[in-house]
Every structure is written in C-alpha cells, then in structure tokens.
C-alpha cells in the first residue's frame, strides 16, 4: 500500500523570503506553488526524484523538523485501516489541486502525511 516518500515538508514563516533562498540561493526551480489568503504551498521537484514542499498551514513554526509525506495506493484504505489500530488523525481528509492527503501522527507525535495524487 505504500509506495514512496512524496515530499518532505518545512514550515515557514515569510514566504518570499524561503521563496528567494531555495530559488535564488539554492537555485531551485519552483513547481507548484500557490495560495489561498496568507496560507502558501510551494513544491521544488527534484531532478532525481523528490520534493521538497514549504508551508506555512501546519502552524507550527520553522526548525522543529520536517513532516515526510509518504505516497499511498489507495488513501480510503490506508485510513481506514489505520484509524481501526488505533492512530490518531489531525482534521479532515485534504483535497489540493492534484491530489488528497490524511494527517496522522506516529507513535512519537511526529506528523506523517499520507498522500495519494489524483488518478490521471
């Protein structure tokens, strides 16, 4: 049922500012990218495979680690088998432009995201 790591995300907290490192410090090309009010998501698409997200939604402020996001088959499932052993998820399932994603949190409190894009 799993099948990769989809992105590894960081929280920021100045949007143009990460924007202007990753891009023009680090030489990324952004992919994705887009907002809704003062909330931003913003993909770098490794060459090699990858990708590195930046948001500011997870409320949570920068340097406390990043969130892994592992890539899923069939999220319905996924979820619900994981809610019947007992892991506890955080809010509603996410619908993005290009895919649907579950926040939960490991034995520890760190957050997985779960993510499955949309079936082209």
Request: glycine share 14%.
């Amino acid at each position: 049922m799993f099948e990769k790591v989809a992105f590894t995300m960081y929280a920021v907290t100045d949007a143009a500012r990460a924007r202007d490192f990753y891009e023009n410090t680090l030489g990324l090309k952004v992919g994705m990218h887009g907002n809704f009010g003062d909330i931003h998501w913003i993909e770098y698409d490794l060459p090699g495979g990858g990708c590195i997200a930046l948001t500011n939604a997870t409320g949570k402020p920068p340097g406390g680690g990043g969130t892994i996001a592992i890539e899923v088959s069939d999220l319905d499932a996924v979820v619900s088998d994981l809610t019947a052993k007992g892991v506890q998820f955080q809010g509603d399932l996410i619908k993005g432009p290009h895919c649907r994603m579950a926040n939960c949190l490991d034995s520890e409190g760190n957050s997985l995201v779960l993510h499955q894009l949309d079936k082209k």
